[in-house]
């Protein structure tokens, strides 16, 4: 068998051999097998019989061993590839990760052990069946959830867009994992906004460009406030540009009815994307809202670029969006309601069309920036 010695010789020598000729015959095996390629099916059967009997009855460190070598085998059986998985330790991983291929069977005995960096391992293959996917879902661990959600092969819809959207709620590595994504719809990460970088910020208002969402809790409250436009853009710019921060802390809490610590979060965040989430709701134009990034934000030589986004944002999403933005904040929206047909967001190709009309130098940045420079030179004088 396999180029040596037949099966029965095997079997003599096992019966009158001790452990350590067991260790020799077992690591022999599987090396001949490894390098065997592709073996016939009677070929497969009759080295399931022989390292059936000689796994059981070999030491620990020569388990493992023969199961490192069999591991590397151009095809195995579920049967071989079970033998694989219970001796060889260590390597587990590392087998599961470079398998070509795994059995279903072998998947679900994994995730039913609850080894948690296993399930983990396997959650990031490409070849995932259905049942195989459910049971990793049903696993309450961030580890097997980040290694799900930076899965590009794992189309995010129906029960596993909910479970990942929920996930993201819970935990910053996996929102900043579908972040990454191109497949995954941003806005469903709005309620871990402050969790994620500075352009998956942006990335999430995005997601809102041109985008009709349903009617915002907040929106009474914010209808009750823009009377009061003209004063909120003019009170936050001064505070702003005295770098009163505490204050616009207070002013945002008295205004959004969001907690003291997220407004704290607002006022702090030089990258201005939270707060134009509160200008835009509000109703500001690129105009009056862009005064007040300038004094709020902190860009240095991106500084243009970044206001330019901006003024291109204040066009393309509407303050209603902006609105069911900050009541994700306050947890008061449901978002997978955004995969209504009604909600959904428009194509790719219509986005990146959109994103054309943003001209290098914005006149609405530069308005602003003369505007600035103006009240600049009065204070001077």
């Known amino acids: 068998m396999l180029g040596f010695q037949p099966y029965e010789t095997f079997q003599l020598l096992i019966e009158t051999g001790g452990v350590d000729r067991t260790n020799t015959l077992l690591i022999a095996a599987c090396d001949a097998y490894s390098r065997r390629g592709k073996p016939t099916h009677p ?3 009759q080295f399931e019989a022989l390292a059936g009997r000689l796994f059981p009855i070999a030491g620990a460190q020569a388990r493992a061993k023969g199961a490192a070598i069999l591991g590397r085998a151009e095809m195995l059986s579920p049967a071989l590839e079970k033998l694989v998985v219970d001796n060889i330790g260590e390597d587990l991983n590392s087998f599961l990760a470079g398998a070509a291929d ?4 072998t998947m679900i005995d994994v995730i039913t052990r609850y080894d948690v960096p296993a399930a983990a391992t396997l959650a990031a293959r490409a070849d995932l069946s259905n049942v195989v996917l459910a049971k990793l879902f049903q696993m309450n661990s961030r580890k097997v959830y980040r290694a799900l959600a930076s899965n590009t092969a794992i189309v995010p819809r129906g029960a596993y867009l909910s479970a990942l959207a929920r996930s993201a709620q819970m935990d910053h ?4 994992a579908l972040a990454n994504r191109d497949d995954f719809d941003a806005a469903l990460l709005a309620p871990a906004f402050f969790d994620l970088s500075d352009d998956h910020r942006l990335k999430v208002i995005q997601a809102f460009t041109e985008r009709q969402t349903p009617v915002a809790p907040i929106s009474k409250t914010i209808e009750q406030l823009t009377v009061a436009n003209a004063e909120l853009t003019k009170a936050l710019m001064k505070l702003f540009s005295e770098n009163r921060r505490p204050e616009v802390t207070r002013l945002l ?12 979060q607002i006022a702090h965040d030089v990258t201005g994307a ?3 989430v509160i200008l835009r ?3 500001c134009t690129a105009y009056d809202g862009l005064k007040v990034l300038i004094h709020a934000t902190s860009h240095d030589t991106e500084r243009s670029r970044a206001l330019a986004d901006f003024a291109s944002l204040f066009g393309n999403v509407t303050p209603e969006s902006m609105a069911y933005l900050m009541s994700a904040w306050r947890g008061e929206v449901n978002l997978l309601e955004l995969n209504k047909p009604e909600y959904k967001p428009f ?6 069309a959109s994103s054309t009309l943003a001209p290098a130098h914005n006149p609405v940045v530069d308005q602003a920036i ?3 420079a103006r009240i600049g030179v009065r204070r001077a004088g």
Not at 173 to 176: G, I, K, P
Not at 347 to 352: F, I
Request: hydrophobic share 40%.
């Open 43 to 45: 070929e497969m059967e």
């Open 102 to 105: 795994l059995s279903e069977a």
């Open 173 to 176: 590595m996996v929102a900043e």
């Open 253 to 264: 809490s008295q205004i959004t009815g969001l907690d003291e610590v997220r407004c704290g």
């Open 274 to 276: 939270s707060l134009f």
């Open 281 to 283: 709701a509000f109703g």
């Open 347 to 352: 194509t790719e190709s219509r986005r990146r």
């Open 370 to 372: 003369e505007a600035l």
